[in-house]
């Protein structure tokens, strides 16, 4: 008999156990929830609300109108042009010196660099310390590889805690996960805090993994260290990039992994049987973004300084209500309610159904996140504006205790 989608089953399907360790993350989450309400304003998902530039547009068009093999899978590293674009960019940025042809691979977004990185440093049963909060993805990422996360909270200002980061290394500690500047705190580490962590990684051989997703976007001072630019600590560290956020380019899934090449050729394998390529017309765009006219990135960075500023005054007339430690770097401010000592989950979920305001618990970045709200000030000024006014009339009227 075959079975239908309609006729019952007689057996329950079967999920690994490594699947069903893990959950959505509560940014997609929200964002499904909010689908259902009506006139929602989203303080939500950190994705910058410009369009991807225009010159990137044009040369795509042009590129998939005039190259027959735009279409096309490239090499898996990815095309030799957009790496050597990379390599001098990292050359010229941030002091890195890679090999393109084999210390670089181009992937589908930082997010699957960060996945076949996991994939490939964690084991069954090793840990993988997170100073908390943290980038929520992480989490999942080290559960799905069948690791532990280790989470050391990060201190009051959202710094880095290095004796207690000290204290939770063990024999099975593989790595550690860092975003600088950080999702969800909006900190960014001092080049100091950053050699000490390097430092313990090659004393106890492990592996800095280090998320330089928004590195362009510091608020003072100038882009923060990135370890792989230090000869003594290329085996100890693995450099993931992406250029979704800093060319508005969420949706085309460019980003890459930089790495010493004994690492890099077994990360290859997990890109190979996961993705093959990153998108070709994708790379394309990759490759006008960092070769073409940087005024964009110019003009989008001092929009968000605009965003900030009024996120950040808009905080400050609700100090009865929040307190927050000013963002230095990326668009987001964990907000620490005073209001209520309910869970970060229900607070945001009352906030989007009785403000329609989207935001995200901050439970869901791990230890030291509970009891936040985690705003993002990508969205446009008006937008900022209005959800804080709804969440100031939802305050200050009908929100009950
Ligand atoms: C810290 C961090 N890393 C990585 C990513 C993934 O970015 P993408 O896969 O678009 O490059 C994000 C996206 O929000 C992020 O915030």
Redesign the pocket.
Known sequence: MTCTAHSPRSNPIRISKRVLNISPSA?KEMALIAAGIDGCVSLG???PSFATPPHIVESVITTLRENPGSGHYTLQTGMPALRRGIAEYLRLEKNITVDPESELCVT???????LATVMTVVDEGDEVILPSPT?A?YIEQILLAGGIPVFVPLTKTWGLDPEAIGRAITPRTRAIML?NP??PTGTVFADDEIISLCKLAVAHNFVVIT?E??DYMVYDGAMPLSPLSIDAFRDNVIS?S????KYA??GW???WVAAAQPWMKQIMKVHDATAICSPTPSQFAALAALSGDQQCVAAMREELIKRKELCCARLDKLSKYFSYVPPKG?FYVMAKYLFSTASSQHVATRLLQEAKVITIPGGAFGKGGEGHLRLSFGGELQVIDEAFDRIEQWLNGGMQK
């Open positions: 940014t998902q950190g994705v589908v977004g930082g997010m699957e660099a960060l980038y993805s975003c950080g999702n998320d997703a928004y993931i992406s250029l979704s956020k380019l969420t899934r460019v980003g990326a």
